[in-house]
């Protein structure tokens, strides 16, 4: 076995379980009130006030549940409960199905809108806590909210699922994600959301319109997500399907490449992971063009509305997905009129440097990229000298361009949680044992 991975397994096991599981069940376990605190800030202040959002507690769900599977310590199956308890009993609305979007502190609904997003990561928890334990009462719950999101979100006639609903499950005017999405009925992200717990409630639930739908997700991604000119995810769609295509967001980019994937290798079909698996690769490749020297990934690209347009098919056909043509003024798969028309977001956020350290071991394990392995080594140097927090635990939200620790935004929170870097060491952990 490669020295590289038996050092890589060895540090990330001990990040994983002396630094992030520690943090979140000593410091965020709201043991006054039930369930987890909402929020502690860059700073490290915890606020026991703020509200608590259906996502953080998902994803703690799925990340502790995980870690009993893997390394069977009964404190993590023991904060793995507390986070499935709140769920059921708090995020998970009895009269109309779903859980909401947020609670306040003391656990009463305070947003009661029915994100898809939400739903796909409390089936992923839920179904996670069903493959760690056999516990019936997860299973039944998971079951249901894929039953709930087939019903409200899935688009019968034009494919796909729609963003989000009021609490009753009727239209409502605001779909957006987060403040910094565009407000569009489809999305890249919440796809890419459902595609991962449902891959996942696969493994304990061979249930067949389920399969049938995880199916048609692959294919979602490969023939409507994936732009096929520059092999980036296009990230905002209207019922049709049609999009700007203006945004290339790399850490989505590689996290798709592993979890498209995954998906696949849960079916175990080959004929399907014969016909997807160049186009895994070529996403990745994509993605690499986010890469620093030092193997850490930036945020993302933003081409001008106004004064980009797509190459052509012509264009497109001349151009590799890694090589540029200078003289086309060709960036990034988008032909510009100007040098200024793209504005790139060099920050350097934890979860895409996590993302990026799967994605391209993914590559390493499964096409024998070596150079692959190196970069998720160097991403790895780069996370522990810059992202990790020594002295109080868990990561930093991101590094600034100006090589500053960003303070601004969380430590634990809304968004903020234990999932993309606790992932991260599962993955490796799990993909090679014994070394």
Known sequence: MNNNITTLRSEVEHELTTDILPFWMEKMADKAKGGFYGRIDGGD??????????ILNGRILWTFSAAYRILGKPEYLETATRAKRYLIDKFYDKDFGGVYWSLDADGESLDAKKQIYAQGFAVYGLSEYARATGDNEALEYAVKLFETIEKYSFDSEKDGYVEAFTRDWQSIADMRLSDKDENTSKTMNTHLHILEPYANLYRVWKDTRLERQLRNMIDLFVNRILNKETYHLDLFFDNDWRTDGNIISYGHDIEASWLIHEAALVLGDEALLKRIEPVIVSIA????????????????????????????????NEQSVNKFTADKQTKDGLVCSSADSLSTDKELHWWVQAENVVGHVNLYQHFGDEKALDT???????????????????????????????????????WKCPYHNGRMCMEIIERFKGC
């Open 45 to 54: 202040i915890l606020h026991a006030d703020a509200p608590k959002g259906a």
């Open 285 to 316: 490749r994509a993605a690499d063009e986010g890469l620093n020297p030092d193997g850490s990934m930036i945020y993302e690209q933003i081409a001008d509305k106004q004064t980009s347009r797509r190459a052509d098919e012509e264009q497109a």
């Open 376 to 414: 998720a080594v160097k991403c790895w140097q780069f996370i522990k000298d810059k992202l990790v927090d020594h002295a109080n635990g868990e990561w930093h939200w991101s590094l600034m361009p100006d090589g500053t620790v960003n303070r601004r935004d969380d430590k634990a929170g809304f």
